[in-house]
């Protein structure tokens, strides 16, 4: 079955490839045909064989800054339902979708033969993701195979080979141009604002070939065997509008239930502060920070939370901040929009009760 | 078994740092300097790996300019056997460093790499995932937990991921990259720091690995960050609740 497409695919590539003078490679034949500018970028969707993730939706959109035709790649094992969630999205122009078994297992071991194969037929001019867990696990393995230095979260485009980007957890902005005949990056979510998933249209898909052996033998080196995922009722961290975030002065794992409290009449998403997740208050998947989660909501309310360094890099660019804070030497309010130095466990309750009025 | 563990030298996370002001960088002349946070994790896992019998010996690389050997000599104290400094004056970017440690690798044959998950001045947590990509090896980033199973010649490593943890089981060699949470480094004692003085650094350059250094990414600029405007800090949660309503509209 997988067979048949793949030879399909490959008639369809040599039709096109009579189409166009046959002794030019895909870019050079891009570039004859539409100029100078033109780009073929591909998107990797994260995914969890369910759902597509939400920041793949940034990244078509930062895909889309760079400018050219943008294929969404997805690399799974259940594309029946995946295919749907995405195939409608704005400036996508092509599904490829790559099927296998092993897919089962999203690891980066796996999926990058997939990428580096349809790269080297395919010769794209960028290749990028988003810049969470899958994103930064996944395209530094494939770029080093193609030999190229990636760029990790990426804030802005100037040109397809100029990126911007913060360094020193956010201290600095640097403004850099790659020389690679592919770029590769991750972009973050909270610098590119989600294209349309429902724009009427619906993306061609396409059957991409899997490198069987390459795949299988990744998959005898390394398997997952247990996942441990944290269940929330509250909106998801990193694409939330409002988050509230509790630092070590909530003092104890039972009195971050005030903060859990606000974010439900806020209904807002619950972040915090690493000296919070080190003391056991909340698991380590809700840390806001350099080496945590980015956001960038319209309102974070900071509880407790000194605002080191590392903190505020991941949440300076939200719109309001609050911070909420007995210390009034503490370095949040610094970057509050509004401060109120208070004993947050007075503060905090009378807060959310008269928040709703 | 050999573990290795590469560290690097950057400014310290306490330093507020400055832009030069002709914007070619981050000033780091005068600035305190210090182990990078995640190697000093990656580095104390490989001693616990070793105090517990399953590793023979602990080897420390740091890539970069001369005074990378005071970091290493700083792993030392903390416990490493020995260190290798491959010398390069400039910075160089991950793929660099994937490059030397992959040719290390193939001289000293480490069963398993341990590199922290990203440095903290430039923040691109690449390097464990392209020197795996590079050595065709399975990698386990961003682990909060390490199990080593001799035997069965396997790793079985939690890692943080966007939802919780995944636990993945390797096998050796394997790369490495640690997370915050995966333990508490130890402080180097005095003695052990006099003891360090005495354990040997092989130094080598790029050349002698064989390893051209690409330098595919120029930096046009580096600035600073725009300013956020001064904020109010207001007298009570009713007033907290008033401008959140009427003036930021955020509520």
């Known amino acids: 079955m997988v067979f048949n497409r793949t030879l399909g695919l490959l008639a369809r590539q040599l039709q096109l490839a009579k189409s166009h003078s046959s002794q030019f490679s895909p870019i050079q034949r891009a570039l004859s045909t539409s100029g100078a500018r033109f780009n073929r970028l591909l998107v990797v969707a994260d995914h969890n064989n369910e759902t597509i993730t939400p920041i793949t939706f940034n990244a078509i959109a930062a895909a889309h800054k760079v400018g050219g035709t943008i294929d969404v790649l ?139 052996a390459e795949v299988e033998k990744a998959a005898a080196l390394t398997q997952l065997v247990g996942q441990e995922l944290s269940k929330s009722e509250r909106p998801d961290l990193t694409s939330a509008s409002v988050v509230v975030s509790g630092g070590r002065g909530l003092k104890s794992k039972e009195n971050f239930d005030l903060v859990y409290k606000l974010a439900e009449k806020l209904n807002a998403a619950v972040g915090a502060s690493r000296a919070a997740v080190d003391a056991g208050y909340v698991p380590n998947d809700m840390q806001v920070g350099q080496t945590g989660k980015m956001v960038a909501p319209d309102l974070y309310v900071a509880v407790g939370i000194s605002g080191a360094i590392q903190h505020l890099s991941g949440m300076k660019d939200s719109k309001t901040i609050v911070a909420i804070n007995k210390d009034p030497e503490a370095p949040i309010f610094q970057v509050a929009d509004l401060g109120l130095e208070a004993d947050l466990f007075k503060a905090v309750p009378e807060l959310t009760e008269k928040i709703s009025k | 078994m050999k573990i290795m563990v590469a560290v690097k030298r950057v400014v310290d996370y306490a330093v507020k740092i400055r832009v030069k002001p002709d914007k070619t960088g981050v000033e780091t002349q005068n600035v305190k300097m210090s182990m990078n946070p995640f190697c000093e994790i990656a580095l104390e896992e490989a001693l616990r790996i070793r105090e517990s019998g399953l590793a023979s010996e602990v080897v420390a690389v740091s890539v970069g300019p001369a005074q990378c050997v005071d970091t290493l000599r700083t792993g030392l104290a903390m416990g490493a056997d020995r260190g290798i400094h491959v010398e390069f004056k400039d910075g160089l970017n991950p793929l660099s460093v994937a490059k030397v440690l992959r040719a290390l690798v193939e001289a000293e044959k480490p069963g398993l790499l341990i590199l922290g998950k990203q440095a903290i001045d430039d923040d691109c947590n690449q390097t464990g995932q392209m020197l795996a990509g590079l050595l065709k090896w399975p990698q386990g980033t961003f682990a909060s937990k390490v199990t080593l199973d001799k035997e069965k010649r396997v790793a079985t490593v939690d890692r943080e991921v966007d939802g919780g943890i995944e636990t993945v089981l390797l096998d050796l060699p394997a790369v490495i990259t640690t997370d915050l949470r995966l333990n508490q480094p130890r402080y180097a004692t005095l003695p052990n720091i006099m003891k360090a003085k005495s354990k040997v650094i092989k130094k080598y350059t790029p050349e002698d690995l064989n390893v051209e250094i690409k330098s595919d990414l120029e930096v046009l600029q580096v600035t600073e960050p725009p300013k956020r405007k001064a904020g109010v800090v207001v007298s009570s949660v009713n007033e907290l609740i008033d401008k959140l309503k009427n003036e930021a509209r955020v509520i």
């Open chain 1, 74 to 212: 997805i690399i799974t094992n259940s594309p029946d339902k995946l295919v749907p969630q995405i195939e409608g999205a704005e400036h996508v122009n092509k599904i490829l979708v790559a099927n296998h078994k092993l897919f089962d297992q999203l690891l980066a071991e796996r999926l990058a033969p997939v990428i580096v194969n349809l790269h080297n037929k395919q010769a794209f001019t960028h290749i990028t993701a988003g810049a969470n867990s899958f994103g930064s696990n996944v395209l530094p393995r494939v770029a080093a195979k193609l030999n190229v230095q990636p760029m990790t979260g990426i804030i802005g485009i100037n040109s397809p080979d100029t990126f911007v980007r913060p360094i020193y957890g956010g201290q600095a902005i640097q403004t850099y141009k790659s020389k690679d005949a592919v770029k590769i990056f991750t972009s973050r979510a909270t610098a590119f604002q989600r294209v349309n998933v429902e724009s009427g249209k619906k993306a061609p898909v396409e059957e991409v070939e899997v490198p069987n």
